[in-house]
């Protein structure tokens, strides 16, 4: 299992609205192809962009972008991110 769990934060939540991404905390070692295989799959939506970071707690943070206008939000709705 790549990812770990949904990031969910004031600037998630705007990301989540402006751009339709999402940002994840995702396995050390996983690469930006296998973060995408796995949110496509596990959320049943087409994924435009996947950029990652690690912070500075030593975490590796991606940022999802979607194809579909308004997917993002759909799904932080449908994991009780957004109401």
Excluded: W
């Excluded at 609205?17 to 799959?41: G, S, W, Y």
């Excluded at 087409?46 to 500075?56: A, E």
Aim: glycine share 4%.
């Amino acid at each position: 299992m790549v990812i770990k769990h949904l990031v969910a934060s004031e600037k998630a939540a705007t990301m989540i609205e402006a751009e339709n991404k999402l940002q994840f905390i995702v396995d050390i070692n996983a690469n930006k192809t296998q973060i995408k295989e796995e949110v496509e799959q596990r959320f049943g939506a087409r994924v435009r962009n996947v950029r990652t970071m690690v912070t500075p707690k030593g975490e590796k943070k991606a940022i999802v972008q979607f194809e579909e206008e308004g997917k993002a939000r759909e799904i932080a709705t449908t994991l009780g991110i957004l109401s």
